[in-house]
């Protein structure tokens, strides 16, 4: 296997590994923010946690837009501005609203991954590969998750 096409499967893969990371992250945090903003369940669970995942589905919808229009390779640099923002905003966040708008543009970039990552490693992979290689995005979903 061309060290070259394993070394860029492994670094899209890498967007799979932020998706598990950034579904399970949040439950460190979970109670004591709610703490900290003295927020309800219900806008606790739908707002601020949930923000995410509703920019995940939005993302992996919208996801195929930006992937056929500027490349796979472009979207992912993309992603990668979306998770960096969304992780700095998250950081510097002093009230719910902000911390879950920060989330939701992460989620984007997760559910935009879901589409890009596997589309670039099986359009770089050779076919003798392409399922192991294309097969990493996944385990790394599982990975991130553990």
């Known amino acids: 296997m061309d060290k070259k096409i394993l070394r860029f499967s492994l670094t899209a893969a890498l967007a799979g590994f932020l998706f598990g990371f950034d579904t ?10 709610q703490a ?6 219900a806008f606790h669970g739908v707002v601020v946690i ?4 509703w920019g995940t589905v939005v ?9 056929n229009k500027l490349g796979r ?3 992912l640099i993309w992603i990668g501005i979306f998770y960096t923002l969304s992780a700095i ?13 920060f989330r939701f543009i992460g989620g984007l970039g997760v559910g935009a991954s879901t ?12 076919a003798k590969d392409r399922g192991k290689l ?8 599982v990975f991130g998750i553990l």
């Open 134 to 141: 294309v097969g990493l995005y996944q385990f790394n979903i």
């Open 36 to 41: 900290l903003w003295q927020s309800t369940d």
């Open 50 to 53: 949930g923000m995410a995942l």
């Open 89 to 101: 905003g998250s950081a510097l966040s002093n009230d719910p609203i902000t911390f879950a708008f």
């Open 59 to 67: 993302g992996a919808l919208l996801g195929g837009i930006p992937t």
């Open 73 to 75: 390779k472009k979207t």
């Open 24 to 33: 399970v992250v949040i439950s460190g945090a979970d109670k004591s923010l």
């Open 115 to 126: 589409v890009a990552a596997p589309s670039y490693i099986s359009e770089i992979a050779p």
